[in-house]
T-cell receptor
Framework: ELKVEQNPLFLSMQEGKNYTIYCNYS?????LYWYRQDPGKSLESLFV???NGAVKQEGRLMASLDTKARLSTLHITAAVHDLSATYFC????????????WGAGTKLIIKP | EPEVTQTPSHQVTQMGQEVILRCVPI?????FYWYRQILGQKVEFLVS????????KSEIFDDQFSVERPDGSNFTLKIRSTKLEDSAMYFC???????????FGSGTRLTVV
């Protein structure tokens, strides 16, 4: 059974700092997704990671995937207040019958 | 940019009533999904739909739930007899292929009183 764990669940940081959110999954996964959610809003797709060693970057966010370690990271560089949101990772694969299995989310607060 | 549209944005219903949540997926997408998120909790898979039939469903998707694609554009989720614990945000999503990202709608907040 595919399980996904994120940490930390809550992160408060100052603008300008760097930090990383970690996403571990328990069994083989074909795809790893990162989503952003603002309070009361929908789930905005950030990245889809398909293969080992995949790295994708958009602005101050960079996501990577290590399938051997079953680990994906979302790195925030020089954080700005607008990045405050909850970030979810989700995985899918044969062991989940290709259902998206979600992490609990990381609530990120960036203080000016 | 194409969007997945959901209506209503918020619905309040009495326990035991039937509700229908509506979704218009992106027009050339082939795979459709319903997910739910109880306030402050994880997003949970409910059901996937392809080629006019359910392809996968979770344990949550019991006999009280059903999905339909009645007219080739709308995709609906029906809850026959709502319970208090059905209160959640319900998200519809669609994908064009099995390797593309999911596009989520803005959600319907269902409150059962």
């Amino acid at each position: 059974e595919l399980k996904v764990e994120q940490n930390p669940l809550f992160l408060s940081m100052q603008e300008g700092k760097n930090y990383t959110i970690y996403c571990n999954y328990s069994t083989t996964s074909d795809r790893l997704y990162w989503y952003r959610q603002d309070p009361g809003k929908s789930l905005e797709s950030l990245f889809v990671l398909l293969s080992n060693g995949a790295v994708k970057q958009e602005g101050r966010l960079m996501a990577s995937l290590d399938t051997k370690a079953r680990l994906s990271t979302l790195h925030i560089t020089a954080a700005v207040h607008d990045l405050s949101a909850t970030y979810f990772c989700a995985a899918e694969g044969f062991d989940s019958n290709y259902q998206l299995i979600w992490g609990a989310g990381t609530k990120l607060i960036i203080k000016p | 940019e194409p969007e997945v549209t959901q209506t209503p944005s918020h619905q309040v219903t009495q326990m035991g009533q039937e509700v229908i949540l509506r979704c218009v997926p992106i027009s050339n997408h082939l795979y459709f999904y319903w997910y739910r998120q109880i306030l402050g909790q994880k997003v949970e898979f409910l059901v996937s739909f392809y080629n006019n039939e359910i392809s996968e469903k979770s344990e949550i998707f019991d006999d009280q739930f059903s999905v339909e694609r009645p007219d080739g554009s709308n995709f609906t989720l029906k809850i026959r007899s709502t319970k208090l614990e059905d209160s959640a945000m319900y998200f519809c999503a669609s994908t064009g292929t099995t390797t593309s990202s999911y596009t989520f709608g803005s959600g319907t907040r269902l409150t059962v009183v």
